[in-house]
C-alpha cells in the first residue's frame, strides 16, 4: 500500500455506487491515489457491477493512471491516477448498466483535461435506478451550464433491461474553471414537457395512454401552464429490446429544470406508470427548491469544484446527497454547510476551490 493513499470505506451512509464514482472522479482530477474497501457493501450484491468497472477502467485511461483490483465483483480497487488527458475514449458494459452513471465518473475529469474529451458509451440508456439519459441531457445539462460548462450529446440508438446494448456518444470541452452558482429562487412553474416511449414488440397505443393521463394529472394541479406530453415509438433501427415509460419536465420563470421519471414493468399498468412520474414532478415542485432529489447530490461535486461560494436552495437533504458531501470534504479542501430553513427547505452552500483545468499534459520524468 502506497503511504499517500487515501483510504475509502464504500459502506459508509448510502454505501452504492455513488461512493466509488465521486472517490475516482476526484482522485483523477487531483492525482490523489486512493483504495476503496467494501465497494457497494450496502447493496443486495456487493462489489463492482459491469456499469462501475467500465467506469474504472475509463477514469484509469483519462487519467493515465494504474487500476487494482478491478474484476466484477470485487469490493475493493486500487487507483493511482497520474495526469488527465484528452483524447476519445469508449466503454462498453455488455449490459444493461447505465450509461448515465458512465457519465457521472467521466464527465467531471473532462472538464479539466487538457483538450476535448470525446466519449462513445454503450449500455443502458432507460434502466431502473439509475437516471434515465433523457434527465441527463436535459436536467444535468442546463445545470452544467449554469457553472459555465456544457457537452454535446447524442443518443443514437436506445437499449432497455436486460440486453442494453444503447449508443450514446458526447464531446466535453474542458473549462478553465467552474464558476459558483445561486440557485435561491425556485420561482414558478410556467411549462411542463415530456416524452412517453415504448419500443419493441410494445404497442404505440401504450406510449399515447401515458401521455394522455399525465397532461390530464398535470393540469388539473396546474391548469394555466403550457402542457406538452407525446406518445410514441422508437424507431426499431434505433432501440435494442423491449422498453416503455415516461420522462417528465418542469421549467420555472427563475430557470430552474425538475425532471421526473417512471419505467414499465410487468407488473405495473400504464395508469401506474403515468401516476408515478406525474407524482414525483409535483412533489419536486410543491418542495419550494430550485433542484430536484435527483440532482441533488450530483451537483456537490461541481459546487466543490466551482472558483467562489455556491448556495442551492433544496428540498429535505437526501442520503446521497450527504454521502456526495462526505466524500467532496475528504478529497478536497470544500467545506459545506447546510441550513434548514422554516419551510422545510434547505440551503446547501459551499466554498469552492477553484479548480483548474490542466493547460498542457506534463512530461515524464
Same mark, same amino acid.
Given at each position: 500500500?502506497?503511504?499517500?493513499?487515501?483510504?475509502?470505506d464504500?459502506s459508509?451512509? $448510502?454505501?452504492?455506487g455513488? =461512493?466509488?464514482r465521486m472517490?475516482?472522479?476526484?482522485s483523477?482530477?487531483?492525482?490523489?491515489?486512493i483504495r476503496v474497501?467494501n =465497494?457497494?457493501?450496502? #447493496?443486495d450484491k !456487493?462489489?463492482l457491477?459491469?456499469?462501475?468497472l467500465?467506469?474504472l $477502467?475509463v477514469?484509469?485511461d483519462?487519467?493515465g493512471g494504474k487500476?487494482?483490483?478491478?474484476?466484477?465483483?470485487s469490493?475493493?480497487?486500487v487507483f493511482?491516477p497520474?495526469?488527465?488527458?484528452?483524447?476519445?475514449?469508449?466503454?462498453d %458494459? $455488455?449490459?444493461?448498466?447505465?450509461?448515465?452513471?458512465?457519465?457521472?465518473?467521466?464527465?467531471?475529469?473532462a472538464l479539466?483535461s487538457?483538450?476535448?474529451v470525446?466519449?462513445t458509451? #454503450?449500455?443502458?440508456?432507460?434502466?431502473?435506478?439509475?437516471p434515465?439519459?433523457? *434527465?441527463?441531457?436535459?436536467?444535468f445539462?442546463?445545470?452544467?451550464?449554469k457553472?459555465?460548462a456544457?457537452?454535446?450529446?447524442?443518443? $443514437?440508438?436506445?437499449g432497455?433491461?436486460? #440486453?442494453?446494448g444503447?449508443i450514446?456518444?458526447?464531446? @466535453?470541452?474542458?473549462?478553465?474553471?467552474?464558476?459558483?452558482?445561486?440557485?435561491?429562487?425556485?420561482g414558478?412553474?410556467?411549462?411542463?414537457?415530456?416524452r412517453?416511449?415504448?419500443a419493441?414488440?410494445?404497442?404505440?397505443?401504450d406510449?399515447q +395512454?401515458?401521455?394522455?393521463?399525465?397532461?390530464h394529472?398535470?393540469?388539473?394541479?396546474y391548469g394555466d401552464?403550457k402542457?406538452e406530453?407525446?406518445g *410514441?415509438k422508437e424507431n426499431?433501427?434505433?432501440?435494442v429490446?423491449?422498453?416503455?415509460g415516461?420522462n417528465?419536465?418542469a421549467?420555472?420563470?427563475?430557470?430552474?429544470?425538475?425532471g421526473?421519471?417512471s419505467?414499465?414493468k #410487468?407488473?405495473l399498468?400504464?395508469?401506474e406508470?403515468?401516476?408515478?412520474a406525474?407524482?414525483?414532478l409535483?412533489?419536486t415542485i410543491?418542495?419550494?427548491?430550485?433542484?430536484?432529489?435527483?440532482?441533488?447530490d450530483?451537483i456537490i @461535486?461541481?459546487?466543490?469544484?466551482?472558483?467562489g +461560494?455556491?448556495a442551492?436552495?433544496?428540498g !429535505?437533504?437526501?442520503?446521497?446527497?450527504?454521502t456526495?458531501?462526505? =466524500?467532496a470534504?475528504?478529497?478536497?479542501k470544500?467545506?459545506?454547510?447546510?441550513?434548514?430553513?422554516p419551510?422545510g427547505?434547505?440551503?446547501?452552500s459551499c466554498?469552492g476551490?477553484?479548480?483548474?483545468a490542466?493547460?498542457s %499534459?506534463?512530461?515524464d520524468?
Amino acid at each position: 500500500m502506497s503511504e499517500n493513499e487515501v483510504i475509502i470505506d464504500g459502506s459508509v451512509l $448510502e454505501g452504492g455506487g455513488q =461512493i466509488l464514482r465521486m472517490a475516482v472522479s476526484l482522485s483523477a482530477i487531483h492525482q490523489i491515489p486512493i483504495r476503496v474497501k467494501n =465497494i457497494r457493501a450496502g #447493496r443486495d450484491k !456487493p462489489g463492482l457491477r459491469a456499469q462501475h468497472l467500465k467506469g474504472l $477502467e475509463v477514469a484509469r485511461d483519462l487519467s493515465g493512471g494504474k487500476l487494482w483490483g478491478c474484476a466484477l465483483q470485487s469490493t475493493e480497487v486500487v487507483f493511482h491516477p497520474r495526469h488527465l488527458l484528452g483524447g476519445e475514449f469508449f466503454a462498453d %458494459t $455488455e449490459t444493461a448498466g447505465s450509461v448515465s452513471l458512465l457519465i457521472q465518473v467521466i464527465l467531471p475529469c473532462a472538464l479539466f483535461s487538457p483538450s476535448e474529451v470525446q466519449l462513445t458509451l #454503450r449500455g443502458g440508456t432507460n434502466a431502473d435506478m439509475a437516471p434515465q439519459i433523457d *434527465y441527463t441531457v436535459t436536467v444535468f445539462k442546463s445545470i452544467l451550464e449554469k457553472f459555465g460548462a456544457t457537452f454535446e450529446g447524442c443518443i $443514437e440508438k436506445r437499449g432497455y433491461f436486460p #440486453r442494453g446494448g444503447g449508443i450514446v456518444r458526447m464531446k @466535453i470541452q474542458p473549462v478553465p474553471q467552474l464558476r459558483p452558482v445561486s440557485l435561491l429562487d425556485p420561482g414558478r412553474v410556467t411549462r411542463v414537457w415530456g416524452r412517453a416511449f415504448v419500443a419493441g414488440n410494445i404497442h404505440v397505443q401504450d406510449a399515447q +395512454k401515458m401521455a394522455e393521463l399525465c397532461h390530464h394529472q398535470i393540469k388539473s394541479a396546474y391548469g394555466d401552464i403550457k402542457i406538452e406530453i407525446i406518445g *410514441y415509438k422508437e424507431n426499431p433501427q434505433q432501440a435494442v429490446g423491449n422498453g416503455s415509460g415516461i420522462n417528465l419536465f418542469a421549467e420555472t420563470s427563475t430557470g430552474n429544470i425538475f425532471g421526473a421519471s417512471s419505467l414499465g414493468k #410487468r407488473n405495473l399498468n400504464v395508469q401506474e406508470v403515468s401516476a408515478q412520474a406525474v407524482t414525483e414532478l409535483l412533489n419536486t415542485i410543491r418542495s419550494g427548491g430550485c433542484v430536484d432529489n435527483h440532482i441533488q447530490d450530483q451537483i456537490i @461535486i461541481l459546487m466543490a469544484l466551482a472558483d467562489g +461560494k455556491s448556495a442551492v436552495k433544496c428540498g !429535505p437533504l437526501t442520503l446521497h446527497t450527504k454521502t456526495a458531501i462526505y =466524500i467532496a470534504e475528504l478529497l478536497t479542501k470544500a467545506r459545506f454547510h447546510v441550513e434548514e430553513c422554516p419551510d422545510g427547505t434547505n440551503i446547501i452552500s459551499c466554498d469552492g476551490i477553484g479548480m483548474k483545468a490542466v493547460s498542457s %499534459t506534463p512530461m515524464d520524468c
